[in-house]
Structure formats: structure tokens, C-alpha cells
């Protein structure tokens, strides 16, 4: 168990460029969850996977925000056209299965800055 | 939107039992009762969970009002390394077992 990891663990881009990350989870975890997360506020939830299967969009992943998780694997998270409002740490997290027990393991995110 | 009240801060000494108080009193009969912590610059992390009886574990228990409407996540003895904001959660059966994050309550452990 090597934990979830992101990559990369900073980034920082101009206002209107793209940019894109990358979540690895743990081998076999069969949910994959993003977050966005502000300072002082705790994560919001973005999406989530089963497999390969997006199962849910929040409301707050516009559509300049896509995500994927092909093979049922790693998954990335794609923002097109940045915006300054878009700083914020990503979070991914997995877990073994749906559920309400089951816990989420979260990586350490990935913070965007836009400048 | 996140059905629990914590409060915002608390402070504990180093090595003293502390009690996080969590509200949640729309709770139904199938929502579990989740705790998470997220220490300074990680991502967060799962503490415990239960659903009607008090829970113990390596890092803490959990114990759970009969009415279910509150709960209190208690560390015996905190340390440095517990200053953290620590998340109180229910998680619900038509949520699809995503976790919806309030406020949290941070916790300062002093020498």
C-alpha cells in the first residue's frame, strides 16, 4: 500500500491556459473521488469514479473541468481556460469499494495557482 | 450541504484527553457517522466511524449520543502531532458514498 499520489504536487499557470493532473490511486481501489479545496474551507467534492464509470458531477465542475479514468485506473483532472478563481488545492482520494464504511484515503493534492 | 456543527477551534494541552463535540441532528437511522483529520499541508485523513454504538480504535473513540443526534470524538491523550482540523461527517445512503466536508473544528495542542 503506497498510498495515493498526485502529481504534480504545485503548479502554477497563467489565466487562461490549461492544465491538467494526474491521480494515481491504490492498486485495486475500485472508487476514485476528487476535490477542490480553499483555504480555510474544508475539501468540496468535485466527481467521482467507479472503474472507469463517472458516476456523479457536482454542480461546481463547470464545463471548462473534465475528468477521466481510463481502464479504471489513474484518473486526471483537466481545466481548460483557467480562471483565478481556480486556485485551490486538488485533492484525489480511493477507496476499495462503495459504500458507506468503506474509508476514503486521500493523497496530498495538488495546489494551482493562477496568476 | 454538510449536516453537522462543529465548532471552529478548540484548544487541548500536550498529553490531556480531548473531547471534539459534533451536532448532527437531522441524522437518519441509515447514516454513519464519519470522523476525519487533515494536518497542515495533507490531504485528509480518516480517523473513525460508526453508526449507533461507541467505537474504539488505535487513534481514538468514538462515542455516539443514544439519541444519535451528537457525538464526540475523544483522544485520550493528545500530542503535538493531533493538532490538526478534524471533520465530522455523515455519511449518507443516497450520497453515494462520497463524504461532504463542513468546517471542521481545528484543534491546538499546546506544550
Known amino acids: 500500500d503506497t498510498g495515493v499520489s498526485q502529481d504534480p504536487r504545485h503548479k502554477i499557470t497563467k489565466r487562461g491556459q490549461n492544465v491538467t493532473f494526474r491521480c494515481d490511486p491504490i492498486s485495486e481501489h475500485n472508487r476514485l473521488y476528487w476535490y477542490r479545496q480553499t483555504l480555510g474551507q474544508g475539501p468540496e467534492f468535485l466527481t467521482y469514479f467507479q472503474n472507469e464509470a463517472q458516476l456523479e458531477k457536482s454542480r461546481l465542475l463547470s464545463d471548462r473541468f473534465s475528468a477521466e479514468r481510463p481502464k479504471g485506473s489513474f484518473s486526471t483532472l483537466e481545466i481548460q481556460r483557467t480562471e483565478q478563481g481556480d486556485s485551490a488545492m486538488y485533492l484525489c482520494?480511493?477507496?476499495?469499494?462503495?459504500?458507506?464504511?468503506?474509508?476514503?484515503?486521500f493523497g496530498n493534492g495538488t495546489r494551482l495557482t493562477v496568476t | 450541504d454538510a449536516k453537522t456543527t462543529q465548532p471552529n477551534s478548540m484548544e487541548s494541552n500536550e498529553e490531556e484527553p480531548v473531547h471534539l463535540p459534533c451536532n448532527h441532528s437531522?441524522?437518519?437511522?441509515?447514516?454513519?457517522i464519519h470522523w476525519y483529520r487533515q494536518l497542515p499541508s495533507q490531504g485528509p485523513e480518516y480517523v473513525i466511524h460508526g453508526l449507533t454504538s461507541n467505537v474504539n480504535n488505535r487513534m481514538a473513540s468514538l462515542a455516539i449520543a443514544e439519541d444519535r443526534k451528537s457525538s464526540t470524538l475523544i483522544l485520550h491523550r493528545a500530542t503535538l502531532r493531533d493538532a490538526a482540523v478534524y471533520y465530522c461527517i455523515l455519511r449518507e445512503d443516497n450520497q453515494g458514498g462520497k463524504l461532504i466536508f463542513g468546517q471542521g473544528t481545528e484543534l491546538s495542542v499546546k506544550p
Open positions: 437531522t441524522i437518519s437511522g441509515t447514516d454513519y
Open positions: 482520494a480511493s477507496s476499495p469499494r462503495g459504500g458507506l464504511t468503506s474509508p476514503l484515503h
